[in-house]
Nanobody, 120 residues
């Protein structure tokens, strides 16, 4: 089994910053892509930022230049630094990882989600 545990959400005023972290643990052989998605009330879940094992990144247009995704392959962690937060960034943020487990099977795993609230 593989578990993803997120931390770092909360309430922050517009223009402020938050850092989300996600740690993967369990029967992990290696992790391919990792990333962050978010889901606002009444909306579909969307990709916010992704990062490959080699460090290549991609971002949603709405967060480009404000958010930075990073990872530590040795620790199986991924982080999301969020700056210049806006009310429209309010959502539940989910960590995602494409994990090769110790049986060499590939599967996608999700964290439980962490709430980020930016009041208008």
């Amino acid at each position: 089994q593989v578990q993803l545990v997120e931390s770092g959400g909360g309430l922050v005023q517009a223009g402020g910053s938050l850092r989300l972290s996600c740690a993967a643990s369990g029967s992990i052989f290696s992790i391919n892509a990792m990333g962050w998605h978010r889901q606002a009330p009444g909306k579909q879940r969307e990709l916010v930022a992704g990062i490959s094992r080699g460090g290549s990144t991609n971002y949603a247009d709405s967060v480009e230049g404000r958010f930075t995704v990073s990872r530590d392959n040795a620790k199986n962690t991924v982080s999301l630094q969020m700056n210049s937060l806006k009310p429209e960034d309010t959502a539940v943020y989910y960590c995602n990882a494409e994990v090769v487990n110790t049986a060499r099977a590939l599967a996608s795993y999700w964290g439980q989600g962490t709430q980020v609230t930016v009041p208008s």
